[in-house]
């Protein structure tokens, strides 16, 4: 009956055995805590370049041109003529209206000519102006922590605070 015991714990022992060997788990992992005595960000700085919009208000001067200047000529001696005709009988009536065509006409031509010429308008010009800067980025943070009475090193990718976790692995004799 002890001789069955045995050849049944030495079975269950190669089992475990191969079951850990399968896993990769040598030993167990136990968690603690150790106190940060110094925490350093490693910085890498880079040149980046950046897009900026830059604008101002510019004073565009325009011809405008003269055209139109007989049409209104024409309108102005029309009714010129016709406020003409409205004074004086006879041959004078006619020379009234006459004289009030040529007045109508001119002074037309002229308002005309005096509203064509150059007109200042305020345009908003804008353009992309390319800004290069060096910045600086955080690739990690380089951890001194104290546990048992030594100081030790690792980098991190995250700033662990006051405390950092360690994984403390129990290595069974014989395994290396």
Not at 59 to 75: D, F, I, N, S, W
């Amino acid at each position: 009956m002890l001789r069955r015991w045995k050849t049944i714990g030495v079975v269950l022992g190669m089992l475990s055995a191969a079951t850990a060997s399968a896993h990769g788990n040598r030993g167990t992992v136990d968690y603690v805590y150790a106190k940060v005595v110094d925490v350093d960000p490693i910085v890498r700085r880079v040149s980046v370049t950046r897009p900026r919009q830059e604008c101002w208000d510019e004073v565009v001067y325009t011809q405008e041109p003269r055209y139109g200047v007989a049409g209104h000529a024409l309108a102005g001696a029309i009714v010129g003529g016709a406020i003409g005709r409205q004074f004086g009988g006879g041959s004078g009536r006619d020379a009234l209206t006459v004289a009030g065509a040529l007045a109508g006409s001119a002074i037309a031509a002229d308002r005309a000519a005096r509203r064509a010429g150059t007109t200042a308008t305020t345009v908003e010009r804008c353009r992309v102006v390319h800004e290069r800067h060096v910045e600086e980025h955080i690739d990690g943070y380089r951890v001194t922590y104290q546990y048992r009475g030594r100081r030790h090193t690792i980098i991190t990718d995250e700033p662990p605070g006051s405390r950092i976790r360690l994984a403390l692995t129990a290595i069974p004799v014989g395994y290396r």
